[in-house]
């Protein structure tokens, strides 16, 4: 089992940034699928983007694409998720979650507690 705490979180500006990161603890990191997704007050979680254990696959939903931007980093066990001219609409929980493949379905075995992420306008 892998053990992930999110960090990054807070208040920002529409417009603003925002980096988040996931590190991870108690697996093997670099061969995991490692994924974030969202959860807006009243609303379902959503898959937000995907990178693959070597980091070479991205996938994202179109919502974020040209936005946000999902990488890795093997040899510190993180994974990362830059926001840039983020929306009011992008406010919500986000969490990050490992498995063994890439998917953009909630079939990730580990996830984190998350971490709150609101978009001023």
């Known amino acids: 089992q892998v053990q992930l705490v999110e960090s990054g979180g807070g208040l920002v500006q529409a417009g603003g940034s925002v980096r988040l990161s996931c590190a991870a603890s108690?697996?093997?990191?670099?061969?995991?699928?490692m994924a974030w997704f969202r959860q807006a007050p009243g609303k379902e979680r959503e898959f937000v983007a995907t990178i693959s254990p070597s980091g070479l696959t991205t996938i994202y939903t179109d919502s974020v694409k040209g936005r946000f931007a999902i990488s890795r980093d093997n040899a510190k066990n993180t994974v990362y998720l830059q926001m840039v001219s983020l929306k009011p609409g992008d406010t919500a929980v986000y969490y990050c979650a490992a498995g063994p493949i890439v998917t953009m379905t909630s079939n990730y075995k580990d996830w984190g507690q998350g971490t709150q992420v609101t978009v001023s306008s």
């Open positions: 108690g697996g093997t990191f670099s061969r995991y699928a």
